[in-house]
């Protein structure tokens, strides 16, 4: 079975840092990996995703990701944080049927 | 364009009473989905459509939660006998049909059992 784990349940940062989010999936089918952000009082949105080819992926809002395939990771970068990243992240699999398949989310929240 | 809307916004009832919760995909999309997100969790997926049939209803918690999408386009997520615990945001998401095409998710509806 398929399943994701989101390392961190908040992550504070102030604002201008870098900051990684964590995540590690279970597969054992072909991977395809996202990452959606959950603005308050919004619904998701794809910041990013890996189908295949280059491991590091580039995303909307200065987001990157790097797929690991022997540490079964999808971490989420950003070198420099803004106040308006604070938000949940959720890092997901796809499984074969095509449903979606969540971590528990991280809350990013950055500080002035 | 217009995105995935859902209505109503907020839904209120009492235990044991039925509601039903609205999905309006984007144009054209042919897949459809619903999850449910509790209180500091992950959505959890409930159920998909391909056009008007349910290709996956694994998620489904149990008979009391029912999904229909008679023309292919809008969807109703139906709870009979509703239960506190089935209080979470109820989530849509469409998708161009294709397994890896994006998923794009509706602003929900928060259920609330009383």
């Known amino acids: 079975a398929q399943s994701v784990t989101q390392l961190d349940s908040q992550v504070p940062v102030f604002e201008e840092a870098p900051v990684e989010l964590r995540c590690n999936y279970s597969s054992s089918v072909s991977v395809y990996l996202f990452w959606y952000v959950q603005y308050p009082n919004q619904g998701l949105q794809l910041l990013l995703k890996?189908?295949?080819?280059?491991?590091l992926v580039k995303g909307i809002n200065g987001f990157e990701a790097e797929f690991n395939k022997s540490q079964t990771s999808f971490h989420l970068r950003k070198p420099s944080v803004h106040i308006s990243d604070t938000a949940e992240y959720f890092c997901?699999?796809?499984?074969?049927?095509?449903?979606?398949?969540f971590g528990q989310g991280t809350t990013l929240q950055v500080k002035p | 364009g217009a995105g995935v809307s859902q209505t109503p916004s907020n839904k209120v009832t009492e235990k044991g009473k039925y509601v039903e919760l609205r999905c309006d995909p984007i144009?054209?999309?042919?897949?459809l989905y619903w999850y449910r997100q509790s209180l500091g969790q992950g959505p959890e997926f409930l159920i998909y459509?391909?056009?008007?049939?349910?290709?996956?209803d694994s998620g489904l918690p149990n008979d009391r939660f029912f999904a229909v999408r008679p023309e292919g386009s809008v969807s109703t997520l139906k709870i009979q006998r509703t239960e506190r615990g089935d209080s979470a945001v109820y989530l849509c998401?469409?998708?161009?049909?294709?397994?890896?095409?994006?998923?794009?998710f509706g602003p929900g509806t928060r259920l609330t059992v009383l």
């Open positions: 144009s054209g999309h042919t897949a």
């Open positions: 997901a699999v796809r499984s074969n049927t095509g449903k979606l398949i």
């Open positions: 998401a469409s998708s161009e049909g294709l397994l890896y095409n994006e998923q794009f």
């Open positions: 890996y189908l295949s080819g280059s491991t």
């Open positions: 459509f391909q056009g008007t049939g349910a290709a996956d």
